[in-house]
């Protein structure tokens, strides 16, 4: 999604609001297989704060994993934000160098850099979705996961298997109180 910001940008309006979708994405998550369900949503705000211009953007999408502890098919929706500073020019190292110099004690989450009063969102908000994700997705908080014995889910039913997780320095305490 391109956003324009030539009438923000020439001060006809001090604030410039927006909202869209991004149809669909590609995570590029190599390790995991993440599918999202439903378009991404977005809604957010430019405005003036000073000398800078700032935005607050909502982001919402909902993706489909399966449960890291049970291997059940498991659907979550989030919400994250994405506030900084709007910058013009490339994310290049000059760019970059000149960023660290003109910050002043204030520090922002975020730099958007935009180009020909045009504002490209659709980098920002993949970074700012995978940077979201939870580094595992669980079906349920208090998910059992599978029996590491038998393989039977935890959740469903119960098992017979006997677990005895001993700690391995001090496994020949076992067989000293064992002997009689």
Do not use: W
């Amino acid at each position: 999604m391109k956003l324009d910001l030539r009438s923000f940008l020439e001060g006809s309006e001090d604030i410039l609001e927006f909202q869209g979708q991004i149809e669909s994405m590609d995570l590029g998550l190599t390790n995991r297989e993440i599918e999202l369900v439903e378009p991404i949503e977005y809604s957010g705000v430019i405005f003036k704060a000073n000398r800078d211009k700032m935005i607050d953007l909502s982001i919402k999408y909902k993706y489909s994993e399966t449960c890291a502890r049970c291997l059940a098919p498991s659907t979550e929706t989030i919400e994250t934000n994405l506030y900084g500073k709007l910058l013009e020019g490339n994310c290049n190292e000059e760019d970059l160098s000149k960023k660290d110099q003109d910050q002043d004690e204030e520090e922002y989450e975020e730099i958007l850099y935009y180009e020909n009063d045009t504002l490209s969102l659709d980098k920002y908000i993949l970074e700012q979705v995978i940077l979201s994700l939870p580094i595992k997705t669980l079906c349920d908080e208090n998910c059992k996961g599978l029996c590491s014995k038998c393989g039977i889910d935890l959740n469903k039913e119960s098992c017979d298997c006997v677990h005895e997780d001993i700690d391995p320095r001090l496994e020949k305490l076992k067989d000293f109180f064992s002997k009689d």
